[in-house]
């Protein structure tokens, strides 16, 4: 099975920081790899798919980057909305989820 | 829009067996997959499986292998996720999930997600 490391597993910052989580692949994953966004008793929403493609509705300070083993999310420009814990999701073999980063208020 | 509805909350004892449905609505059931995802209290979420309602094919997360089956109901637009010989461990928030790519195309991510459904295993 891929195993997902995330990195760090949380952190604090204040609003209008820049934000970089990291997530690393066991294995190649070749851009399959999305990021999701949860809120404290909501269902995750959707940011990043194939590495770096925006979905729909998502605000541009979110952008994602990487290939093969290696991916970045980063939030350019931190807002209060943006407080939640952020999951990365590989889907090139099966589907695994990594552990999370919170992110929370500094 | 595209709308996930989930089952109702169930408490189990340990060694029985739960069903949760997902009824899909808002678009053509047979097009898209359906996963199921759990979360249990305070850790990460764990992908289970899925099932292609097309067809009924299904592959399963070796962590679930023997215990967990998808099924679905075309004419219902429902997919069902039971898992069998429950312990405490299994006390989670199951979701059904659909990615935003048809079937047959990489999976790029779930843009849709049921309510989730609060499986509390208990004695």
């Known amino acids: 099975d891929i195993q997902m490391i995330q990195s760090p597993s949380s952190l604090s910052a204040s609003v209008g920081d820049r934000v970089t989580i990291t997530c690393r692949a066991s294995q190649s994953i070749n851009r399959n790899l999305n990021w999701y966004q949860q809120k404290p008793g909501k269902v995750p929403n959707l940011l990043i798919y194939?590495?770096?493609s925006l979905q729909g509705g998502v605000p541009s300070r979110f952008s994602g980057s990487g290939s093969g083993t290696d991916f970045t999310l980063t939030i350019s420009s931190l807002q209060p909305e943006d407080f939640a814990t952020y999951y990365c999701?590989?889907?090139?073999?099966?589907?695994?989820f990594g552990p999370g980063t919170k992110v929370d208020i500094k | 829009q595209v709308q996930l509805v989930q089952s109702g909350a169930e408490v189990k004892k340990p060694g029985a067996s739960v069903m949760v449905s997902c009824k899909a609505s808002?678009?053509?059931?047979?097009?898209?997959?359906i996963h199921w995802v759990r979360q249990a209290p305070g850790q990460s979420l764990e992908w289970m499986g899925w099932i292609i309602p097309a067809n009924g094919n299904t592959k399963y997360s070796q962590n679930f292998q023997g215990r967990v089956t998808i099924t679905r109901d075309t004419s219902a637009t429902t997919a069902y996720m039971e898992l069998s010989s429950l312990r405490s461990e299994d006390t989670a928030v199951y979701y059904c999930?659909?990615?935003?790519?048809?079937?047959?195309?990489?999976?790029?991510?779930?843009?849709?997600w049921g309510q989730g459904t609060l499986v509390t295993v208990s004695s």
């Open positions: 194939s590495a770096s």
């Open positions: 808002g678009y053509t059931f047979t097009d898209y997959t």
């Open positions: 999701q590989q889907t090139n073999t099966g589907d695994t």
């Open positions: 999930a659909r990615p935003r790519s048809i079937a047959g195309r990489p999976n790029e991510g779930f843009d849709s």
